[in-house]
């Protein structure tokens, strides 16, 4: 149990372009889920939270009008990354909360190419 | 805000050998997580530690959480080929978000 999908698994895309990226829950629902932005052999660093029903809450330095999130329903939040840049291009991961417990599942991530 | 350190960034050892890695964070936790990302892969859940002092066990791999729950640590003995990837701790406050160690990347060679 507790399978995230995350689509699409690699993008690349001219500068300018917007890029939706979706994050599913599978086999379970998610009120939270997390949007993380992985470098090259580097951590994992949190971008937002994502509640279902609500505003996201971006992390300091994270420009919101810059990387949207939806979180519509209950198994579905989607980043967009808008009019992407070069300096864009990284790792992009979901994760989810499953049920009461703190564990956070991961997506198989998504890798952002801009040109 | 939290700050959470993992040490070393970096480790190559032989198989066989053992390897341990090191979390320690700025502020109690009020859980712990470890994570293992294979190159190229995503992070998958190893563990999660909440009590003070608690150790746990999963086959080679052995967890413990500090007495001030500050501190944390991973040990694989007898590593394998297979234990290759990034391993990270991830320090929860309470509040349900967690916050990343910089990874320990392991690299075993046969």
């Known amino acids: 149990g507790a399978v995230v999908s995350q689509h699409p698994s690699r993008v690349i895309c001219k500068s300018g372009t917007s890029v939706k990226i979706e994050c599913r829950s599978l086999d379970f629902q998610a009120t939270t889920m997390f949007w993380y932005r992985q470098f090259p052999k580097q951590s994992l660093m949190l971008m937002a939270t994502s509640n279902e029903g609500s505003k996201a809450t971006y992390e300091q330095g994270v420009e919101k009008d810059k990387f949207l999130i939806n979180h519509a329903s209950l198994t579905l939040s989607t980043l967009t990354v808008t009019s992407a840049h070069p300096e864009d291009s990284s790792f992009y991961i979901c994760?989810?909360?499953?049920?009461?417990?703190?564990?956070?599942?991961f997506g198989a991530g998504t890798r952002l190419s801009v040109l | 805000g939290q700050q959470v350190m993992q040490i070393p960034q970096y480790q190559h050892v032989q198989e066989g050998e053992d390897f341990t890695t090191y979390c320690n964070s700025s502020t109690t936790l009020s859980n712990i997580q470890w994570y293992k990302q294979r190159p190229g892969g995503h992070p998958v859940f190893l563990i999660q530690?909440?009590?003070?002092?608690e150790v746990k066990k999963q086959k080679r791999l052995t967890f413990q959480f500090g007495e001030a729950k500050k501190n944390s640590s991973l040990h694989i003995t007898a590593t394998q080929t297979t234990d290759v990837g990034t391993y990270f701790c991830?320090?929860?406050?309470?509040?349900?978000?967690?916050?990343f160690g910089k990874g320990t990347m392991l690299l075993v060679s046969p």
């Open positions: 530690l909440v009590k003070s002092g």
């Open positions: 994760s989810a909360l499953a049920g009461s417990s703190n564990i956070q599942y």
């Open positions: 991830a320090g929860d406050s309470g509040y349900s978000t967690l916050t």
